[in-house]
């Protein structure tokens, strides 16, 4: 495992948990150990998740900053407490705020808001439209009876036939 520097700065880090699992012991019977806290410090950038009620999306860039190392019971002692649900959120005044610190510009700021506008677009259009797709299976089904009645089953089985052989072919 890499060495890492000790810090107490909890509050701006994305956390993993490094387990350093150890399954002996010495009376035979399995046991588990906890090793260390990675946490990973992570840029906060323009994201492209359409699901914000206002403002730019953000998320986190895939390379770290900086990484610290803790032990189980620094990190318990040490970390702060657990937001509840309704803390999770961050308001879009905020959001952009951190974007224009992280020094966004304001041409891709505009790009994005427009993407993430067409996605909520296309995602209302999906939803208004979701209770017809039953219709159209339908729809589908009798178009396809409709041909079978048409075509003679001596068309059908020649074209079987031919789908055999090019399939066989290949």
């Not at 588990?32 to 492209?48: A, N, S, W």
């Not at 005044?93 to 993407?115: P, T, Y």
């Not at 589908?140 to 048409?150: G, P, T």
Request: charged residues 35%; aromatic residues 6%.
């Amino acid at each position: 495992m890499m060495e890492c520097a000790v810090s107490r700065d909890f509050e701006r880090s994305v956390s993993t948990l490094s387990t350093g699992l150890d399954s002996t012991s010495t009376d035979g019977e399995r046991s588990v150990r906890f090793g260390t806290i990675e946490i990973y410090e992570h840029p906060i950038i323009l994201g492209d998740n359409p699901s914000v009620s206002a403002g730019l999306p953000i998320t986190i860039d895939w390379d770290s900053q900086r990484e610290f190392c803790f032990s189980i019971e620094d990190y318990e002692d040490y970390r702060l407490e657990r937001r509840r649900k309704d803390e999770m959120s961050i308001p879009a005044e905020v959001r952009e705020e951190i974007l224009a610190n992280s020094g966004l510009n304001r041409s891709n700021a505009a790009a994005a808001m427009r993407e993430v506008g067409r996605t909520k677009k296309q995602r209302r259009r999906t939803n208004d439209t979701l209770h017809m797709a039953k219709m159209e299976e339908a729809g589908e089904r009798m178009k396809r009876a409709v041909k079978n009645a048409l075509f003679s089953r001596k068309a059908k089985k020649s074209e079987r036939e031919y789908l055999e052989m090019s399939v066989s072919r290949a």
